[in-house]
């Protein structure tokens, strides 16, 4: 399987390189970035035949057979119906839109052209979230309520890497998108009602700093998650799952019980890195010819989620 990485120099286009290398009978052929000498720096520095500043010339070469984009936000519709258009399957960056209408506009084309399109829900690949989701298809797990933090501390437009970003992250549309899609997943449903509230926006970001979203499912089942970037101490997510039998705290990749007992993640899946385990499953369902676990379709309704909360904001 021969791979083009586009945003390769990002936070997370160097997580999906890094990746890759980890995954058998697979080849990074072509990188794409805004700068050339950035992206040609990683290209030699990985041994990649191929480098450019145009998404374009990369999806039409014939050695590559697939697109991660890990650009930013806004670039995703556009470039993914460009990815899908020519042929070629795609995994897009969480979120795969900023918008309803750009998510509904991937699936309106994914229906058309019929080539695999996955949005990059990571903690559905997360083990400790996976080992959640096993007890709940086991029968042994129904979850009452997730109480969810996530906190960074991000009062300027830096990335993960701490190098200034050319684009503005967002608190509903990226990082709420991650709890919205689990909490469907894991739960089985789209919540029947939503809420969110937002603290004062950012004087030159434009973005609120600081959120909290509030979700209740047909079945009564509860969601709570506040979200901030002027949160100045321990950064991370933090999900509180609160269940019929037993409560569990996931941390990144770790799990423990409501006693603080660790559990055993070890036969949950290959490899403990969710961005491998995401570009596993995207690989492999582009070899077997299904529709991948967090397909574009899969995941259109936590957008349509998002909006709604969106719109309580008034």
Known sequence: MRI??????????????????????????????????????????????FASTSLEACIARDDVDAIILATPTQMHADQAIACMKAGKPVLIEIPMADSLEDSQRICDVQKETGVLAMAGQVRRFNPSHQWIRNKIDAGELKVQQMDVQTYFFRRTNMNAKGEPRSWTDHLLWHHACHTVDLFQY?????????????????????????????????????????????????????????????????????????????????????????????????????????????????????????DRIEKSFG
Do not use: W
């Open 186 to 306: 894991q739960t089985g449903e789209v919540p029947t009602q939503v809420y969110g509230l937002e603290g004062p926006h950012h004087p030159e970001l434009g973005i609120a700093m600081d959120m909290s979203i509030g979700m209740k499912t047909e079945s009564g089942a509860l969601c709570t998650l506040s979200l901030s970037f002027n949160n100045d101490g321990p950064l991370g997510t933090f999900f509180r799952y609160i269940c019929d039998n037993g409560t569990y705290l996931a941390r990144y990749d770790d799990l423990y019980d409501g006693r603080e007992n660790q559990i055993d993640l070890s036969d949950v899946a290959v490899s403990s890195n969710g961005i491998e385990l995401i570009d596993r499953e995207f690989i492999a369902a582009i070899r077997e010819g299904r529709e991948p676990n967090g397909s574009v379709h899969d995941t259109l309704n936590a957008m349509r989620t998002l």
């Open 4 to 49: 083009c990485v586009a945003g390769a120099y990002g936070a997370f286009g160097t997580k999906h390189l890094e990746a890759l290398d980890a995954i058998d009978d697979v080849i990074v052929t072509a990188v794409m970035g805004p700068t050339q000498s950035k992206v040609d720096a990683v290209a030699k520095d990985r041994g990649i035949g």
